[in-house]
Structure formats: structure tokens, C-alpha cells
């Protein structure tokens, strides 16, 4: 069974770029999650969905970050000009509804904003 | 104010010694979770303990809802257990889904 995949792993990027994160969950699974880790911290939730619909994007920077996930699929995170306070490890995890103890975490993606 | 606090911050063992890793909760949980982390990798759940010990090989879980701690016992640490061991809770007044990660505990074992 396929994990979770992410792309690009790497980023790097001037101040005021746009960047985009692309994520494809465990097949079947119906909960998707878009965490951010600074580097020597713990992961922080930034949004999570349950199939097409936001269920809490409060931690999410809206200003700057957006998260959409069209089909209940593949979920895409932008950030549409970023600060270097942005750098950070962006992962992805899915899981099935109520089962949060169990989520999959792919290997994330890794931004550097100059 | 932070809600898990993991200590030692980092640990340096030589192989074969034992670690113990300590995580500390501010609020009332209703699940917890140890997680295993590379650098530069992605997470792995390690344990998901909610309440009393758990075992899995080498390694032991303990977590007293009461005290709100859990603690993560390696024995006979190898090599290839060198990494980011991060506790998470989630807490009985959160949203479904949210769990709150603490900063990790960075082992490190040498030869």
C-alpha cells in the first residue's frame, strides 16, 4: 500500500514568492491534514479537511496561506508571498474520520525562504 | 502557554545504554501518541498509549492520565534509534483531529 506522497521535498524561495505544496493521502482515506514544523519544533496544524470540506483552518495564516483539496483527493497548500518566517517543513498526513490516533505522515516538504 | 513539554531536549547514549524520555502535559488529554522522526523524514507512529504501558520489543510506554505524563523507555539502545522521538496529545476540550506535538527529544547514539 502506497504512503503518503508529497512534492516538491525541497523549496527555496526570495521573500514575496508564491509556492505551492502538493499532497496525495493513503487511498481510502477520507481526513487530510497540512501540518508546519520550524526546524527543532513539533509540528503545528495549520488546516485539515474531511473529504472536500474544511472541518478547521483556524492556525492557518489566511492572509497568505490557502488550502484546498477539490475532490476530497489531493490536497494542494499555497502560500502566495512568503516571509521567512514561513521556513519551515510542511507535512501531510491522512487518516480515516475519528481516527486521528492514526494518522500517516508523508515525508514533507522542506522550504527555505531567503 | 505550551501544552506538552518534552524533556531532555536532546540525550547522547553509547549503544547498549537505556534512554528514558519524559513528556509532560498542561491540560487533561484523551489520547496520546509517540511518534519517531528522521532527519529529514517523515513521522512514524511509535505507540499510541491513552493510558498505562505498553511494549513493543525494545521499547516501553507508560503514560498516567492523572499525573499527565507519558514516557518513552529504550533499552539497549542501537544505532539506527538515533532521531527526533516527538510525544503528541490530544485534548479532551480540542477538535476532533487536532493533536499538539511537543518539541522532541533529539537522540543521539554513538558507537
Known amino acids: 500500500e502506497a504512503g503518503v506522497t508529497q512534492s516538491p521535498r525541497y523549496a527555496v524561495l526570495q521573500e514575496g514568492q508564491a509556492v505551492s505544496f502538493w499532497c496525495d493521502p493513503i487511498?481510502?482515506?477520507?481526513?487530510l491534514y497540512w501540518y508546519q514544523q520550524p526546524r527543532d519544533q513539533g509540528p503545528q496544524l495549520l488546516v485539515y479537511?474531511?473529504?472536500?470540506?474544511?472541518?478547521?483552518n483556524s492556525q492557518l495564516p489566511s492572509d497568505r496561506f490557502s488550502a484546498v483539496r477539490p475532490k476530497g483527493t489531493n490536497s494542494t497548500l499555497k502560500i502566495q508571498s512568503a516571509k521567512q518566517g514561513d521556513t519551515a517543513t510542511y507535512l501531510c498526513?491522512?487518516?480515516?474520520?475519528?481516527?486521528?490516533?492514526?494518522?500517516?505522515f508523508g515525508p514533507g516538504t522542506r522550504l527555505t525562504v531567503l | 502557554g505550551q501544552q506538552v513539554q518534552q524533556s531532555p531536549t536532546s540525550l547522547v547514549l553509547q549503544e547498549g545504554e537505556n534512554a528514558e524520555l519524559q513528556c509532560n502535559f498542561s491540560t487533561s488529554l484523551n489520547s496520546m501518541q509517540w511518534f519517531y522522526q528522521r532527519p529529514g523524514g517523515s513521522l512514524i507512529s511509535v505507540f499510541y498509549?491513552?493510558?498505562g504501558t505498553k511494549q513493543s520489543g525494545r521499547l516501553t510506554s507508560t503514560t498516567v492520565i492523572k499525573e499527565r505524563r507519558s514516557s518513552l523507555h529504550i533499552s539497549s539502545s542501537q544505532i539506527t534509534d538515533s532521531g527526533t522521538y516527538l510525544c503528541a496529545m490530544a485534548d479532551r476540550g480540542s477538535a476532533l483531529g487536532r493533536l499538539h506535538f511537543g518539541a522532541g527529544t533529539q537522540l543521539i547514539v554513538i558507537p
Open positions: 498509549n491513552p493510558s
Open positions: 487511498s481510502g482515506h477520507d481526513t
Open positions: 479537511f474531511r473529504d472536500e470540506a474544511v472541518i478547521d
Open positions: 498526513a491522512s487518516s480515516l474520520w475519528g481516527n486521528y490516533a492514526e494518522q500517516f
